[in-house]
């Protein structure tokens, strides 16, 4: 006798849950960031840690986390440390962040940034590690551009006691208005952030779904509130 027998469950129609994000190509928005100091594995390694709200085609909601090791200690610093740097680096400049506010960036000038990117898994002699590629931060104006003013032409009367008519008012043409957009960065994808070789269980730092959407919703609505109803750019000086 089955154990369901008594429930009529067809398994066909039922889809087991996976914590694994399978490769594909995702919208994303950044939830959360944060600095990880150690693991059961690796208790001496530092990591920050990005958490990204994904959907694919199907609209379907998962998040994905990526892990960035960082040098746990003040310089200087190794070769291979220094390497490690330069990933971190190259993935800030993927998400839009200018050269010269790398130094200050903070993890609320991340949070809400949103764009697409491609989950892609590769295989070495370590082993297969699932990285970020071809990531794409979506272009958004500073503030709305403000709406030409039209100047109509007028027509005048002519005067009782005048033989010709008055000659016509010009139109005034309004100046053009410059859009300011944030760039799209010239950063493509990071090589070597390498989630898959460190635990990708963040327990303390677990979240639904719903709580990032509402979180990430209420940063957006104080920027825009404090831009005048427009998303800033966070770093635009």
Same mark, same amino acid.
């Given at each position: 006798m089955g154990l369901l #027998? @008594?429930?009529e469950v067809d398994f066909d129609e039922v889809e087991a849950p996976s914590y694994e994000v399978p490769d594909n190509v995702y919208e994303f928005t950044v939830g959360e960031v944060w600095k990880r100091e150690g693991t059961d594995n690796h208790p001496d390694k530092v990591w920050i840690n990005i958490k990204y709200l994904l959907t694919d085609e199907t609209d379907r909601a998962r998040t994905y986390t990526e892990w960035l090791e960082i040098p746990g200690h003040q310089p200087p610093f190794e070769e291979w440390e220094k390497q490690k740097l330069g990933y971190f680096k190259a993935r800030l400049l993927a998400l839009g962040v200018p050269e010269e506010d790398l130094n200050s960036?903070?993890? #609320? @000038?991340?949070?809400g940034i949103h764009g697409s990117f491609q989950l892609k898994t590769t295989t070495n002699k370590k082993g297969s590690f699932q990285n970020i590629r071809n990531m794409r931060?979506?272009?958004?104006?500073?503030e709305p551009?403000?709406?030409p003013v039209v100047v109509k032409a007028t027509r005048t009367r002519k005067p009782a006691?005048?033989?010709?008519?008055?000659?016509?008012a010009q139109v005034v043409k309004p100046e053009p208005v410059e859009e300011s957009v944030w760039d799209e960065p010239a950063a493509d994808s990071v090589e070597g952030a390498e989630s898959s070789e460190v635990e990708t269980t963040d327990d303390e730092q677990e979240e639904s779904v719903e709580d990032i959407k509402a979180r990430i919703a209420a940063k957006r609505a104080a920027r825009a509130q404090g831009a005048g109803g427009a998303r800033p750019n966070p770093f635009k000086k």
């Open positions: #027998d @008594d429930y960036v903070s993890n #609320d @000038d991340l949070v931060v979506d272009e958004e104006d500073d551009a403000a709406a006691a005048a033989p010709k008519a008055a000659p016509k």
